[in-house]
T-cell receptor, first 118, second 111 residues
Framework: GAVVSQHPSWVICKSGTSVKIECRSL??????MFWYRQFPKQSLMLMAT?????????EQGVEKDKFLINHASLTLSTLTVTSAHPEDSSFYIC??????????????FGPGTRLTVT | GEDVEQSLFLSVREGDSSVINCTYT??????LYWYKQEPGAGLQLLTY?????DMKQDQRLTVLLNKKDKHLSLRIADTQTGDSAIYFC???????????FGAGTRLFVKA
């Protein structure tokens, strides 16, 4: 089946620094990737939709200058948390849609990245 | 806006059936999903149903959809301890992959 990887799986950083999280579709091409944030014991909150070769579409209330998204290729999207603060600590999950025609309605989720800002 | 609601907790005994319920508000929902999340892991698609279907069965899983009431349920037959996880109900429409998730139901299976 389709596999999505995330790197790193966990990261600890100091307040004020920036952190980059990678999301890769390993065996399929994804023109669309999604970035979610999950708080403990809560649902996934969609942060933004990442489209290959164009600007990301951010959900209401998500600061685009703080959460920089780049979707440079059909297999890679990155989320950079800039000037991180402790309240940015969370579990970040990406997903990718398989647009090759195999299964068009399904998203494949990465394993998530746990970010802790000290 | 779109909203998906589900109960937050369910406890069953091993071997019993589990039924997790979900309601949604978007009448244009085309795809309805059930995802499973184990601790510290990402989401795994368990099953899905198209909005023009009433029921779908996949081994131990049965999905029932009442489109009129916008109610979706997931039944797990012969629930095992390995089924303990958080189950998310989700919906999307024909506009694309954008998916709205419920808050998740934490299933606890007692041996």
């Amino acid at each position: 089946g389709a596999v999505v990887s995330q790197h790193p799986s966990w990261v600890i950083c100091k307040s004020g620094t920036s952190v980059k999280i990678e999301c890769r579709s390993l065996d399929f091409q994804a023109t669309t990737m999604f970035w979610y944030r999950q708080f403990p014991k809560q649902s996934l909150m969609l942060m933004a939709t990442s489209n290959e070769g164009s600007k990301a579409t951010y959900e209401q209330g998500v600061e685009k200058d703080k959460f920089l998204i780049n979707h440079a290729s059909l297999t890679l999207s990155t989320l950079t948390v800039t000037s991180a603060h402790p309240e940015d600590s969370s579990f970040y999950i990406c997903s990718a849609g398989d647009t090759s025609g195999r299964v068009s309605y399904e998203q494949y989720f990465g394993p998530g990245t746990r970010l802790t800002v000290t | 806006g779109e909203d998906v609601e589900q109960s937050l907790f369910l406890s069953v005994r091993e071997g019993d059936s589990s039924v997790i319920n979900c309601t949604y508000t978007d009448s244009s929902s085309t795809y309805l999903y059930w995802y499973k999340q184990e601790p510290g892991a990402g989401l795994q698609l368990l099953t899905y149903i198209f909005s023009n279907m009433d029921m779908k069965q996949d081994q131990r899983l049965t999905v029932l959809l009442n489109k009129k009431d916008k109610h979706l349920s997931l039944r797990i037959a012969d629930t095992q301890t390995g089924d303990s996880a958080i189950y998310f109900c989700a919906e999307s429409n024909t506009g694309g992959f954008k998916t709205i998730f419920g808050a998740g139901t934490r299933l606890f299976v007692k041996a």
